[in-house]
């Protein structure tokens, strides 16, 4: 059998994952055989986890939140929900049939498949105009039964960041757990004006992913709590392994992903992570100006992810000359500008674009 190899990275538009830095990849090679899933046995990967939740928390803006490195925006997802449904609304236990969890339009699919895991009622409010959540109508769909209210800080269609402040305020009314989803968004937006972290709202949980704009390698997610009786709701009781309980949701992980995830922040917090935003925020604003110029209907880049109206015709054709790209649930066209995605590459595509007849 041929010898496999992976995909390059140079025509991959879609994707919310990228390039490890050298130092991640080489830490995920190192670290290949650790489980810190189990920590009093694999101490050194442990210590490294407990590195990178301390990056995390100084990048979220709460130096003293806990957490713990997971497999991705999902998991965290799903074990906020967790948390939110194990503590019950107004903070007792869940004595309705059916606890919910009330969140824009824009919320990733993971919480449709924490919804149904946990047996919650995910419920969607319309978002405003420019496709950010909108408080009012969110506020219509909280009751005494809502366990949760979430806000997203980088949506995955539009990369749009929601008026967290005003959902933390509804969650607070409502004495519901405030969860922000910012897994693609959140090694960006510490160098942008906008208000998403603990720091700037009662947040209780936060989802930020070192695999995506953290460039770490694949599987690193992270779940960040405001105080450790959160987490203390995920924790179980284990008895075969060295350590007495864990708050993971799977039990075996990937020491590659945590010690890569260390690694990223390490090289990285916070000079690299501010030129790679500006460097992919100017990409997408010249990518969205020079589709602008085109006649293409472009949503204005808030962060680097351009959307735009582009025919089938075009697209089926960019897509036939190799271009990896994808579109939203309403069809237009979406380009992550992640590290990897150069001004060289924009050019190119625009190149091919023009010569669609
Ligand atoms: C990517 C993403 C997720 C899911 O993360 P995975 O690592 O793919 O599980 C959740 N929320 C948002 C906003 C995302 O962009």
Same mark, same amino acid.
């Given at each position: 059998?041929?010898?496999?190899?992976?995909?390059?990275?140079?025509?991959?538009?879609?994707?919310?994952?990228?390039?490890?830095?050298?130092a991640a990849r080489a830490a995920a090679e190192e670290f290949l055989a650790t489980n810190p899933g189990d920590p009093a046995t694999y101490e050194t990967v442990a210590d490294l986890e407990r590195e990178a939740i301390t990056a995390l928390a100084e990048i979220a803006g709460h130096p003293d939140a806990v957490g713990y490195i997971t497999s991705g925006g999902t998991e965290a997802n799903i074990q906020a929900m967790r948390i939110a449904r194990d503590r019950g609304p107004t903070g007792g236990p869940v004595t309705s049939e059916r606890a919910n969890v009330v969140a824009p339009a824009s919320v990733h699919f993971s919480f449709h498949k924490a919804a149904d895991v946990l047996g919650l009622e995910l419920r969607t409010a319309p978002l405003d105009?420019?496709?950010?959540?909108?408080?009012?109508?969110?506020?219509?769909?909280?009751?005494?039964?809502?366990?949760?209210?979430?806000g997203v800080a980088g949506?995955?269609?539009?990369?749009?960041?929601?008026?967290? %402040?005003?959902? $933390?305020?509804?969650?607070? @009314?409502? =004495?519901?757990?405030?969860?922000?989803? /910012?897994? +693609?968004?959140?090694?960006?937006?510490?160098?942008?004006?906008?208000?998403?972290?603990?720091?700037?709202?009662?947040?209780?949980?936060?989802?930020?992913?070192?695999?995506?704009?953290?460039?770490?390698?694949?599987?690193?997610?992270?779940?960040?709590?405001?105080?450790?009786?959160?987490?203390?709701?995920?924790?179980?009781?284990?008895?075969?392994?060295?350590?007495?309980?864990?708050?993971?949701?799977?039990?075996?992980?990937?020491?590659?992903?945590?010690?890569?995830?260390?690694?990223?922040?390490?090289?990285?917090?916070?000079?690299?992570?501010?030129?790679?935003?500006?460097?992919?925020?100017?990409?997408?604003?010249?990518?969205?100006?020079?589709l602008d110029e085109r006649g293409y209907d472009v949503v204005e880049p808030e962060? %680097?992810?351009? $959307?735009?109206?582009?025919? @089938?015709? =075009?697209?089926?054709?960019?897509?036939? /000359?190799? +271009?990896?790209?994808?579109?939203?649930a309403s069809g237009d066209l979406r380009i992550v500008c992640m590290p990897h995605v150069t001004r060289e590459t924009l050019r190119e595509f625009v190149t091919d674009l023009d010569r669609v007849e």
């Amino acid at each position: 059998m041929q010898r496999a190899s992976p995909q390059e990275f140079s025509r991959v538009l879609s994707s919310m994952c990228t390039e490890p830095h050298p130092a991640a990849r080489a830490a995920a090679e190192e670290f290949l055989a650790t489980n810190p899933g189990d920590p009093a046995t694999y101490e050194t990967v442990a210590d490294l986890e407990r590195e990178a939740i301390t990056a995390l928390a100084e990048i979220a803006g709460h130096p003293d939140a806990v957490g713990y490195i997971t497999s991705g925006g999902t998991e965290a997802n799903i074990q906020a929900m967790r948390i939110a449904r194990d503590r019950g609304p107004t903070g007792g236990p869940v004595t309705s049939e059916r606890a919910n969890v009330v969140a824009p339009a824009s919320v990733h699919f993971s919480f449709h498949k924490a919804a149904d895991v946990l047996g919650l009622e995910l419920r969607t409010a319309p978002l405003d105009d420019d496709y950010r959540a909108d408080p009012d109508a969110m506020s219509e769909l909280v009751d005494g039964d809502t366990v949760a209210v979430v806000g997203v800080a980088g949506s995955t269609e539009y990369g749009r960041v929601d008026p967290i %402040p005003a959902i $933390a305020d509804l969650a607070s @009314e409502a =004495e519901a757990l405030c969860h922000v989803d /910012a897994a +693609w968004g959140g090694f960006h937006l510490p160098f942008t004006e906008h208000d998403w972290q603990f720091d700037h709202a009662a947040i209780d949980t936060l989802t930020i992913d070192p695999h995506k704009l953290g460039q770490a390698a694949v599987p690193a997610g992270g779940l960040l709590a405001r105080s450790s009786d959160l987490l203390d709701e995920l924790a179980i009781d284990t008895p075969y392994l060295e350590s007495a309980s864990q708050a993971s949701l799977t039990g075996t992980r990937s020491g590659a992903g945590v010690a890569s995830a260390a690694a990223a922040m390490d090289e990285l917090w916070p000079d690299g992570y501010r030129e790679q935003a500006e460097r992919c925020q100017a990409n997408a604003d010249w990518l969205a100006a020079a589709l602008d110029e085109r006649g293409y209907d472009v949503v204005e880049p808030e962060l %680097p992810l351009v $959307a735009a109206t582009l025919p @089938e015709r =075009e697209f089926d054709a960019l897509r036939e /000359a190799g +271009w990896r790209i994808a579109r939203t649930a309403s069809g237009d066209l979406r380009i992550v500008c992640m590290p990897h995605v150069t001004r060289e590459t924009l050019r190119e595509f625009v190149t091919d674009l023009d010569r669609v007849e």
